[in-house]
């Protein structure tokens, strides 16, 4: 990946050590200058992943995910594993799910300011917005742009949303930014509206450290490129 370009790794596991790991290979491959690691770092056993793993077919054969990843009702767990990862050398810091655990945004952003974070609205949180709003009882986008304004509000610096999963299992990733031109799709495609995202541009890492190229706390990535074709539509996440 690195060889044909990529310039953020982004390990989901959460497994421990797997930053220190991550970051030895690349110093020794000549790339810990070129290359940033988006560390999940604060990444809970939730049932929120539900739809996703069903659309991927990623759900656990036997067990869980539970060994490794946070249990729902731990803050002090998830500061000590963003602190382990912060240690082990990660540029870039992520809670996930993002709107059952935005005390854990605003609790890692107070303890990291310096660091980008990422809060990721994954596929259940979406899949309840779409269907309630496919039920009559919300309005989609009025939601959506709730949820995401309640994030920043939290302090978060970057929003990822995996609404997309709920459509297909084909997901293409870029680092390049874009800019919307609609809401996010549904199983059935995407909802027939404007709206207006700015652009994100992520700058190549400078001496292992991610820099932040904005200081707002707007920036959007979508999962998607809307347009009014859904074959056009792709992931960026």
């Known amino acids: 990946m690195l060889s044909s370009g990529a310039h953020i790794v982004a390990p989901s596991d959460m497994m421990d050590g797997r930053i220190s790991a991550i970051k030895g290979a690349?110093?020794?491959a000549g790339l810990g200058n070129r290359t940033a690691i988006l560390s999940y770092s604060a990444k809970f056993a939730s049932g929120f992943y539900g739809p996703f793993r069903d659309v991927t077919k990623s759900a656990p054969r036997f067990g869980d995910r539970k060994c490794y990843q946070l249990p729902p009702g731990s803050r002090g767990l998830a500061a000590r594993a963003t602190a382990r990862d912060v240690a082990e050398g990660c540029d870039?810091?992520?809670?996930?799910?993002?709107?059952a655990y935005l005390d854990i945004?605003?609790?890692?952003?107070?303890a990291h300011p310096e660091y980008p974070l990422f809060v990721y609205q994954v596929s259940g949180e979406y899949a309840m917005i779409y269907h309630a709003a496919k039920a009559g009882a919300l309005d989609i986008r009025a939601v959506l742009e709730e949820v995401l304004l309640s994030m920043r509000r939290a302090e978060n610096m970057i929003q990822l949303d995996g609404g997309v999963t709920l459509r297909n299992n084909r997901e293409t990733t870029s680092q390049k930014g874009h800019k919307a031109q609609g809401t996010p799709p549904g199983p059935e495609g995407p909802y027939d509206n404007n709206s207006n995202r700015r652009p994100l541009t992520i700058r190549h890492p400078q001496n292992g450290v991610f820099r932040e190229q904005q200081k707002k706390p707007n920036i959007l990535i979508s999962s998607f490129i809307i347009t009014n074709n859904?074959?056009?539509s792709q992931s960026t996440t």
């Open 26 to 28: 690349l110093q020794g």
């Open 105 to 110: 945004v605003k609790q890692t952003k107070d």
């Open 92 to 99: 870039m810091l992520m809670v996930k799910p993002g709107l």
């Open 230 to 232: 859904t074959q056009n």
